[in-house]
């Protein structure tokens, strides 16, 4: 049935001259079935340098809006318009207006997590892997960082800058408990600890390397360590064990679920390539302010 299926997404990608994206974290047949996995700012630039017309993103709707932004001439699809991401909802534009408001005239770090509108009222970009990098190269003294407080509170322990944190955060990182690590440490005493920086700091310390997903999937494979526990959402596992097959990988708790992430199905995915729906497209007025910032961010990160 999955491999009918399968071929038959393939078969119309191909007719639609269209490019299937899914996040770290989508389900392993949609993952199985895709053209480029990895974490969301990397699939949007390698679909970019792609000739297709068309991406479908299996992620979430601040993955497609990048993708959108990033390649404003292609036609961005979901298999689904209800995959949303609490975080990125955690803030708005005017919030974050007033907020500045009150703080004074400082530089915006805003995680690639949020929104199109978000990054456009943004100085600058980050992800988890470059965030300290990125704030470490900017000229003020005083930052804001949006929308996780985690991620915030791992760059302001790595740097000598006063930084605000805004105080959003991803529920499924969030809810990891320092003594649940203590448990799986217990259970797997030879294995390496890796954390995602949306973890609480609490969570961060006991960890053996803070890593994005994709940096989780680089170190596990240059890594001479058999074992590893992963601090982060459980989709993880699955493209981990792909790719290091000769190694074993422990989930950290059982709640590390995001449920948005895996409402898309295999069979979303085939009734959305037929029907050519549903359409992320950022307006102009969005999307060049967003697009700056992400092109800051890059340019701080290549050099
Ligand atoms: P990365 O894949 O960029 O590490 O992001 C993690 C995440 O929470 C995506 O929703
Ligand atoms: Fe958002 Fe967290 Fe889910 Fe990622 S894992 S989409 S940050 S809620």
């Known amino acids: 049935m999955t491999d009918g299926m399968a071929q038959e997404i393939r078969a119309l990608l191909k007719e639609r001259n269209a490019i ?16 480029l996995t990895g974490d969301s700012l990397d699939l949007s630039i390698r679909a970019a340098k792609t000739n297709a017309d068309v991406i479908l993103f299996c992620g979430v709707r601040f993955m497609a809006e990048t993708a959108s932004i990033v390649s404003p001439d292609k036609t961005v699809l979901m298999p689904r318009l209800d995959t949303g991401c609490p975080m990125a909802d955690m803030i708005t534009p005017e919030a974050l207006k007033t907020r500045l408001a009150k703080l004074g005239k400082m530089p915006v770090v805003t995680y690639v997590n949020s929104t199109a509108s978000v990054k456009a009222h943004s100085t600058v970009c980050c992800t988890s892997a470059n965030a300290v990098a990125v704030v470490n190269s900017l000229a003020e003294d005083e930052v ?7 991620l915030c509170q791992f760059v302001a322990s790595r740097s000598n800058k006063k930084i605000h944190c805004w105080d959003g955060f991803c529920p499924v990182h969030d809810r990891l408990r320092a003594e649940e690590v203590m448990h799986a440490k217990a259970a797997y005493p030879e294995a390496v600890f890796m954390a995602h920086p ?33 601090g982060t959402e459980e989709g ?41 729906k ?12 967003a697009s700056r910032a992400v092109e800051r961010m890059l340019e701080i990160t290549v050099s």
């Not at 299937?20 to 053209?35: K, S, W």
């Not at 804001?144 to 985690?150: A, E, F, I, V, Y």
């Not at 549903?278 to 302010?289: G, W």
């Open 236 to 276: 993880l596992i699955y493209p981990l064990q792909k790719a290091n097959p000769d190694k074993s990988f422990y989930r950290v708790s059982e709640s590390m679920v995001c449920e948005d992430m895996k409402r898309t199905t295999l069979d979303d995915v085939l009734v959305a390539l037929k029907a050519m």
């Open 20 to 35: 299937l994206l899914a996040h770290n974290y989508q389900r392993p047949e949609i993952q199985d079935v895709a053209d």
């Open 278 to 289: 549903h359409e992320v497209k950022v307006s102009k007025e969005v999307s060049v302010p």
């Open 198 to 230: 949306e973890c609480r700091p609490e969570v961060l310390t006991l960890a053996d390397a803070v890593l994005s997903t994709s940096g989780m999937i680089g170190f596990a494979k240059e890594s001479d360590r058999k074992s590893f526990i992963v």
């Open 144 to 150: 804001l960082m949006t929308p996780d407080r985690n």
